[in-house]
């Protein structure tokens, strides 16, 4: 009689791209006016009489440093200037909202956080309310024809007035329950300290809402430190230089505070020289909990599946930990505690299922008990430990 070692074994497929796109997954880190499809670009910008630096695929793409190596966060950024120029119009920020969330369900994206600032896109007059009902708006049709569970994140800005900051957080407020499910600082660190954004991140957790900061990208540890003790994050965008700090590793650590890492966007915006030196093999082999995310799916050019296969090239991530990693980027997932543990239950089922195995500590649907005692496992690699959400 065969161990559950061994049928593993026999099942196991061999790593593939085609199978990392098969499996379910999450993308909690995700920038809206990063993530468009350029012929949307093109198409809105004639529809708008807006002027681009290009008029076709292959000079937008170079015009915004597509997937390009940028010298700094600041020159990365850039970008934006130019995707945002497109964005002010209702019809233009349902239509990407809902293209985004498309084009993740493609690859199996399960659980899409859609982040996004509705400040830089009032050029054309719409209120802050306007601009995130359309966004919704997009989500909500996905939705309905993809299968596939959205919230948004907004993201108030560290380089502009922090008042911004309170009025997109009463924004986050008044849509609590309503599609927003966090609030976020985005922006460059260097030189705009995320504790002068305070007073938005206390009305935030006032409501009882969820926050995440980016922190510890393209500055050290102490930004972290601001994110996690004036902000209150519950989890942290990147935080790739945390593990020049190991006091704060440890708590961070400890106290279970998701890291949202981005590798191809670390490598674009020179944060890391070379990928197979990144911390999150670092990071994993410790026991933060953390998940693979785009960032900015056209920028960076890069999609779930990329990220995943870059884990495994670049710092040798086998299959069994990748799907940890999977598991770990749903039990991150700003989402309802007792919709999160069905999620969980249907995820594990199907990495069982399309990989031979469970991933470690794992609970499904199927498991039983007996009246003996015994544990009945419906697939090889379950066990006793549940890793509750």
């Known amino acids: 009689m065969s161990t559950s070692n061994e049928a593993a074994a026999v099942t196991a497929p061999r790593l593939t791209r085609e199978l990392l796109r098969s499996l379910p997954k999450t993308d909690l880190h995700c920038h809206l006016d990063g993530s468009l499809r350029l012929t949307t670009i093109l198409e809105l910008a ?38 945002c120029s497109v964005m002010q119009t209702e019809d233009a920020l349902e239509r990407t909202a809902y293209e985004l969330a498309a084009d993740a369900a493609a690859e199996n994206v399960w659980h899409l956080e859609v982040r996004y600032a509705p400040v ?97 990208e393209a500055y050290g540890p ?13 989890r942290i965008g990147h935080g790739t230089r ?53 960032d900015n799916r056209l920028i960076t050019d890069t999609t779930i599946t990329d990220e995943l296969w870059r884990a495994h090239v670049d710092l040798g991530f086998t299959l069994d930990e990748l799907k940890v990693l999977l598991v770990q980027g749903f039990k991150s997932a700003f989402l309802p505690y007792r919709e999160k543990r069905e999620l969980l239950r249907r995820v594990n089922d199907t990495l069982a299922t399309l990989t031979g195995s469970l991933p470690r500590g794992s609970v499904l649907a199927s498991d039983v008990v007996t009246q003996d005692g015994e544990w009945l496992d419906a697939h090889p690699g379950s066990g006793r430990d549940t890793d509750r959400v």
């Open 242 to 294: 945390l593990a020049e700090d190991g006091d704060l590793l440890a708590y961070v650590t400890d106290h279970r505070i998701p890291l949202e890492v981005c590798l191809l966007s670390n490598i674009q915006t020179s944060v890391i020289d070379d990928l197979s030196r990144h911390p999150l093999r670092l990071y994993f082999d410790l026991g933060v909990r953390v998940s693979l995310n785009t």
């Open 222 to 234: 102490a930004s972290i430190k601001q994110a996690l003790h004036d902000c209150g994050a519950n």
């Open 46 to 83: 004639e529809k708008q009489k807006v002027k681009l630096p290009a008029t076709d695929v292959d000079g937008l793409a170079k015009a915004i440093h597509k997937g390009e190596i940028c010298s700094d966060l600041v020159e990365y950024l850039k970008a934006f200037d130019i995707t």
């Open 120 to 216: 830089l896109h009032t050029r054309r007059g719409l209120s802050l309310a306007r601009i995130n009902d359309a966004v919704l708006a997009g989500l909500r049709r996905a939705r309905r024809d993809f299968d596939i569970t959205t919230g948004v994140i907004l993201c108030g800005i560290r380089n502009m007035d922090p008042r911004d900051s309170y009025r997109l957080a009463e924004l986050a407020v008044a849509y609590k329950g309503r599609g927003v499910v966090a609030f976020d600082l985005a922006g460059g660190e260097r030189g705009n300290p995320a504790k002068d954004h305070a007073k938005a991140f206390e009305l935030i957790r006032e409501n009882n809402m969820n926050t995440t900061v980016h922190a510890g």
